[in-house]
Structure formats: C-alpha cells, structure tokens
C-alpha cells in the first residue's frame, strides 16, 4: 500500500503545448486581367411600331336622319332648313368631321365660299387619323378655294386631299 500511496504523489511530467502547425503557404493566383467593359450587344432589328388605329367616323342613326333630311332640303334649295337640320346633328355629335363636311357644302350650295372652308377646316383638324373624312374635309377645303379665285391654295388643298403632304 505503500506502494499505491506513493504512486499517488508522483508528480506528473510538465504540460508541453503542442507546436504550431507548419504554416501553409497561400495558394498564389493568377494575376487578375482588367478591361473596360463591352457594351452589350443591341438586337439589330426592332420590330416595328404597331400601325395607327384607324377609324373612319359614322353617323349615329339620329344624326344620319339628319343629313338624310338636310340632303332633301339642299335639292330643293332650302338652304336654312338644310344648315338647321345640320346644326342639330352637330349638337348631337359636336367632333364628327362628316357632319362638318355636310354644313360645308350647305354653306357651298349658298354660295358661303369663306364659312365652306371653314367648315372643312373644323373636319380636317378632326380627321386627322381617318383618312377617308381627312380627304373628303380637303376636297371641300379645295372647291371652297377654287369658288374663290385661289388657284394656288387649292391646288395645295388638293394635293392633301389625295394624300400627297
């Protein structure tokens, strides 16, 4: 036992830290390569813008009896009851070039050459994107010009009135 009791005073061997682990070199990377940066390339077709809409204007059904009426009254060279029944379409559909056209040539048929191309000019600026009104609004524009001895407008009135700008 005597043994055991001096086993257990035995001292222990000192403590050594452990040695730092060999340093590992840092893997060495390529050098890094810089340019300015390529523009990305752009799709060399765009597709093309959709087509303007187009719409012809039409006469309600109030309106078209109307001008059905006023049409009659012109034939029979009542021109104030014509340009009345007009009036009253226009108060029912104020931005439609035909009915515009229409008290044109009423005017026309009067002999109104100065309020006819007015007319035609209201339904022009109103059919800018019909192109079917727009043409007929120039052509009243033209003869409204022509009554008037003034060759070289119309001429110009007409060409817009087939299309040529």
């Given at each position: 036992?005597?043994?055991?009791?001096?086993?257990?005073?035995?001292?222990?061997?000192?403590?050594?830290?452990?040695?730092?682990?060999?340093?590992?070199?840092?893997?060495?990377?390529?050098?890094?390569?810089t340019?300015?940066?390529?523009?990305?390339?752009?799709?060399?077709?765009q597709?093309?813008?959709?087509?303007?809409?187009?719409?012809?204007?039409?006469?309600?059904?109030a309106?078209?009896?109307?001008?059905?009426?006023?049409?009659?009254?012109?034939?029979?060279?009542?021109?104030?009851?014509?340009?009345?029944?007009?009036?009253?379409?226009?108060?029912?559909e104020?931005?439609?070039?035909?009915?515009?056209?229409?008290?044109?040539?009423?005017?026309?048929?009067?002999?109104?050459?100065?309020?006819?191309?007015?007319?035609?000019?209201?339904?022009?600026?109103?059919?800018?994107n019909?192109?079917?009104?727009?043409?007929?609004?120039?052509?009243?524009?033209?003869?409204?010009?022509?009554?008037?001895?003034?060759?070289?407008?119309?001429?110009?009135?007409?060409?817009?009135?087939?299309?040529?700008?």
């Amino acid at each position: 036992m005597a043994l055991l009791a001096v086993a257990a005073c035995a001292v222990p061997p000192p403590y050594r830290a452990p040695a730092p682990p060999a340093p590992v070199p840092a893997p060495t990377e390529p050098p890094v390569e810089t340019r300015p940066a390529q523009p990305q390339e752009q799709p060399t077709e765009q597709p093309p813008p959709p087509a303007p809409v187009v719409r012809e204007p039409v006469l309600s059904a109030a309106s078209k009896a109307l001008v059905s009426q006023a049409q009659i009254q012109l034939q029979s060279k009542n021109y104030p009851v014509a340009a009345s029944s007009i009036e009253r379409a226009l108060r029912i559909e104020p931005a439609n070039p035909l009915l515009w056209i229409e008290l044109g040539k009423v005017r026309q048929a009067e002999g109104n050459y100065v309020q006819a191309e007015n007319m035609g000019r209201k339904a022009a600026a109103l059919s800018v994107n019909a192109p079917k009104a727009n043409s007929a609004a120039w052509s009243l524009i033209a003869e409204s010009l022509r009554a008037r001895g003034k060759n070289q407008e119309a001429q110009e009135a007409t060409m817009k009135a087939q299309g040529v700008r």
